[in-house]
């Protein structure tokens, strides 16, 4: 850390943008002080597979030894449990909220989508924990944008995730969500991979996807948050400066925590609102031309799903293997 008497990168940066850690590292959360924490299947699994982090499985389990549930039902008893366990640690930490991910195997199931969701906050309200610190995350399909509306109608809020375009965001905005969560970095990934070409600045992808929808929910006055997400470096974490709220892995915020290089105010709502950007027709057919149209978002969408999906059952085996 720079010994000169200004304030670090990081503490520029939440001047103007609520910071979110995205992990499920406690130890990383309390030495950032972060307002929320974002959590996935993804980060799940890594944490359990930790030796310090073992015992919220082994509970997990422990809880649902014997209750009488089949196979499949015992295991999603589990990790509802543990994803649960983990929110709860992770909520006294914290002074706002955590998110929690639905099963991604349930991203075209509206249905199924809205009884998990519901699951995990009868969950949390079991520990005595509000549903008001709790964002239940849900991939941005159709059809999980549609439970996320009905979600919200029962007052859960929500967190739509794996989101890589304006259609997704808007439809997002339209559905009343709570909260969006653009993925910058695997943008970024994707037009790097694609052209062989590294972005920076305002001329990353990924940032320019963000500023977009930013800009357009300022512009037509949604109340749903926009948190980045997916970061690769901090160089399209300072280019967001003065988002809604920002999420950040542990090996970024510390980058910004010893660095004092100033942070500019990138996104202001006020100018953000005169901007100059049309109106996309929301419904379900020019959701999904417009998907199909983009073939960035259209993959990152699939594998993203593919991702946590794998990760899910590689956390049921540990489970399998535990019991």
């Known amino acids: 850390m720079s010994t000169k008497s200004t304030l670090s990168s990081l503490d520029q940066l939440k001047q103007f943008t609520t910071v979110v850690s995205d992990t499920g590292d406690f130890d990383s959360i309390r030495k950032y002080a972060p307002q929320d924490a974002t959590t996935n299947p993804t980060l799940i699994l890594k944490a359990v597979s930790r030796p310090e982090y073992r015992h919220l499985l082994d509970k997990a389990i422990a809880d649902n030894r014997g209750s009488g549930l089949g196979a499949d039902a015992l295991l999603q008893k589990i990790i509802d449990d543990l994803l649960t366990l983990f929110g709860r640690e992770i909520l006294q930490i914290i002074p706002g909220r955590v998110s929690t991910e639905v099963d991604a195997r349930l991203s075209f199931d509206v249905e199924a989508t809205v009884k998990r969701a519901g699951q995990l906050i009868a969950l949390y309200e079991g520990m005595g924990i509000p549903r008001e610190r709790i964002l239940i995350k849900i991939a941005s399909t159709w059809e999980g944008i549609r439970a996320a509306a009905l979600c919200e109608k029962q007052k859960i809020a929500c967190n739509l995730t794996l989101l890589f375009s304006l259609p997704q965001a808007v439809a997002g905005a339209e559905a009343g969500v709570t909260l969006i969560s653009p993925f910058v970095g695997r943008i970024y990934d994707y037009y790097k991979a694609a052209t062989g070409k590294d972005f920076s600045g305002v001329e ?12 357009y ?22 280019e967001l400066a003065g988002c809604d709220l920002l999420t950040i ?18 996104l202001d709502p006020k100018s953000a609102a005169a901007g100059n950007i049309e109106r996309i027709e929301n419904s379900e057919k020019n959701f999904r031309w417009l ?6 978002a259209t993959d990152k969408l699939a594998s993203g799903i593919r991702v946590f999906g794998a990760d899910i059952r590689k956390l049921e085996k540990l489970i399998t293997d535990a019991l």
């Open 291 to 296: 998907m199909n149209e983009d073939a960035m």
């Open 204 to 215: 990353d992808p990924g940032v320019q996807s963000v500023h977009k929808i930013y800009t």
């Open 249 to 266: 892995s542990p090996d970024l915020l510390e980058k910004l925590q010893e660095s004092d290089a100033p942070v500019p105010r990138k």
């Open 217 to 238: 929910y300022k512009k037509f006055g949604y109340p749903t948050q926009v948190m980045g997400a997916s970061f690769r470096n901090v160089g399209q974490i300072t």
